[in-house]
């Protein structure tokens, strides 16, 4: 797959640049200003990559940051009958976001090629700051499963960021790019749990600087909301400094009528390499390949990303830990931490060394003995407990950015520039179906398992049963 990837994206790549150095440029087209500048400098774009980078981790922030503090938030509404349905309403809103996002992916891949990459970047840091910050403010159920289903429609830009960091950067440059992506993603789906863990009721953690009274503490869940909206502020105002991408092009706007239009010259020879636009995305077998392993491994991962605080805060007498949030946003700090030193130091040296389909299989078969391991920590403590449940953390967090990485690398390769956006953008949508079914499936496998804990056919204790399917699944799909 690897292979017919890269010599599907490197084709049309390789017959485009000859074709740039010989025709003019379009001087109001901004596409073509960043080719030129791409052709003038052969350094790494630095400033526009570390915008992009800031970018993608805040708009990552809240996608996962409500775990730790789900399930007292689902507590705090009164909307679960009893303790151990918790869990089968927390499933619900965590997969709201991932269905709004199934729904919208493909449409804002297309808005990008059509309109350019910017205008969705700045919707989808718009919607964080506004629908986000609602909701933190949840009084009710029914507003925290809306406000979480409203950003997901609205949050376009997974696929669009990932053909934006492509194109701003020079061919040998590109895989060093969407390796930034990919670790400012995975970083924040670790950091945005990490701030909810030690932010969320801070009247009671902290109550020298947060009143009960106050609104933080009339909402205790509002503040790692707050928080996590107003770095999206930052990152809104940042996106403004990035230059648009894509090419548009108008008659008007030639410079030498004799001289061969670049953008119709590519156009052909996509059109002659894809036959037949969007509709050829579904037929090209390195990309469908690519984007159906990439789902598998996405709904591993999200489902074990609520399980795991999920699991983490529930009482020991339920198979859990017994942590608080204030805990679990400790050990999702320290492996954030831990993720930022692999991505720099350790992942280029292993992504040199090791084929990329070796490395997927290596990390699929080794996921298996380590979520294996999580029934067991439970009969830990003090130290020990903390080593292990850090040091399994860090690893399953570090197999899951690598992953992304290398998929996110193959789809780009399997298509041209003109489908990179509408390519990502459906993987985006199939990927995000699997991570809507990931966190309801969970809870409910979690809620059903707190309720079995004596059974003698499928005990519910520590949720073995759960890791083992999904990982059983996950190795046969990846290899």
Known sequence: ???????????????????????????????????????????????????????????????????????????????????????????????????????????????????????????????????????????SYWMAL????????????????????TEVCRKEHGHLALSLISSSRGIGLIVGPAIGGYLAQPADKYPDIFSVNSIFGRFPYFLPCLSISLLAVVALVACFWLPETLHIHTEDTILDNSTEDVEQTISDTNAEQNGGGCLSLFTNWALMSAITVYCIFSLQDVAYAEVFSLWAVSDRKYGGLSFSSQDVGSVLSISGLLLLIYQILIYPSVAKSIDPITLVRTVALLTVPLLSSYPFMPALSGFILQLAVNCASFLKNSFSVTTMTVFSIFINDAVSQDLRASANGLSITLMSIFKTIAPAVAGVIFSWAQKRQTALFLPGISYYDFFVTCTKFYILESS
């Open 1 to 139: 797959m690897g292979d017919d990837a890269s010599g599907s994206g490197g084709g049309g790549a390789g017959a485009a640049e000859p074709l740039l150095k010989r025709a003019r440029y379009h001087p109001s087209c901004p596409g073509c200003r960043v080719d030129r500048r791409k052709e003038e400098s052969e350094g790494f774009p630095f400033t526009e990559l570390s915008c992009l980078w800031l970018v993608t981790i805040c708009s990552s922030l809240p996608i996962q940051s409500l775990f730790p503090f789900l399930y007292f938030m689902i507590r705090d509404l009164h909307v679960a009958k009893e303790e151990e349905d918790i869990g089968f309403y927390a499933g619900f809103v965590g997969a709201s976001y991932m269905l709004g996002r199934a729904l919208t992916s493909v449409l804002w891949g297309v808005v990008a090629d059509k309109h350019g990459r910017k205008p969705v970047l700045v919707i989808t840091l718009f919607s964080v700051v506004i629908f986000n910050t609602l909701f933190g403010l949840s009084s």
């Open 146 to 165: 809306t406000t979480r289903g409203l950003l997901g429609l609205l949050s376009g830009m997974l696929g669009p960021v990932k053909a934006y960091a």
